[in-house]
DNA sequence: CGCTAGTTGCAACAGAGTCTCAATTATGAT
DNA sequence: ATCATAATTGAGACTCTGTTGCAACTAGCG
């Protein structure tokens, strides 16, 4: 939708500019479908024959997710990655140790919890993760036997 | 506690060597109140005149971590922290923006949950981190101005 | 005691992300 | 439309965590 205009709008608002290279980076953005990371995304820019540099890359993706158009996802270790959250309800994720994929829940219980956790000890929440580890459906099935699921990345 | 002997134990079970290494890091793991990063621990093994190197840290943290005396604790982006687990009960944490002070929570709710969430995706668990991101009591009343909380780290 | 597999330290390496700096450019003011 | 200025960019050096290869060392079984 009019992402673009909603990003300028946070833009002009910090007293930011918008530049080529930003609107090539939220293009690219909308683009993508499931969750990315900044090599996905780097690969799809140079693809494109938008020469993004990686610091801008790093640079710019705070930003998108600080105009709540997308979110970042801290996998284990040095393994975040992002994913669209135009219109989308906040939800956290499963992590499936043999194959990767990611499944979303959300969970409205969690949420108040967290909530009277907080209020409980008097901690202002400006956020949260949530992360599920474990085998899905297929890698769980294929045998406990380590090693014999999906290969990791 | 014979937590020493209990990691004896989980060593020869899985054919591995009690060292004079790895006895020191039990007993500064052990004598740690609170959570502690690789640093703290590298400084206290130095202080007490014990050279482990930060390879052989690395290496054994995992060891302790699987045999169950400790807990380590993925903070966003390359902050792991541990914390001992000597009898103690699985919690999840509250993390301070502020001024790095991590709170402790339980709730039997939230892991019900969990397995809900995962029966229903046939998914099978075998770990969870949950964080909540925000202000302690004390930052929080600091005001919001940002940057006039304690320091962190 | 003696063997052998496990362990250690060192230093080189790796991955993810940040920072510096000179050159470029968007944007409000004129 | 032009200018002035603060923001932005790319390239590469750098930092921070953590990992790994290797030769020397050592725990612990027999």
Redesign the interface.
Known sequence: MQAIERFAQYLSKHGLKMTRERRALIDHVLSVRGHFDVDDLLGRLRKAGHGVSRATLYRNLPRLVDSGLIHKV?M???Q?RYELMLGRHHHDH?I??GCGTI?E?E?P??ER??EV??RR?????????????????SC?SVGSSPGSAGRRR
Chains 1, 2 share one sequence.
């Open positions: 801290e284990a270790r040095g975040a499963m499936c140790l499944l829940f969970s219980e969690v919890i967290q956790v907080c000890k008097k901690f202002v929440m400006t956020g949260h993760s949530h992360q599920i580890r474990g085998y899905c459906e769980a």
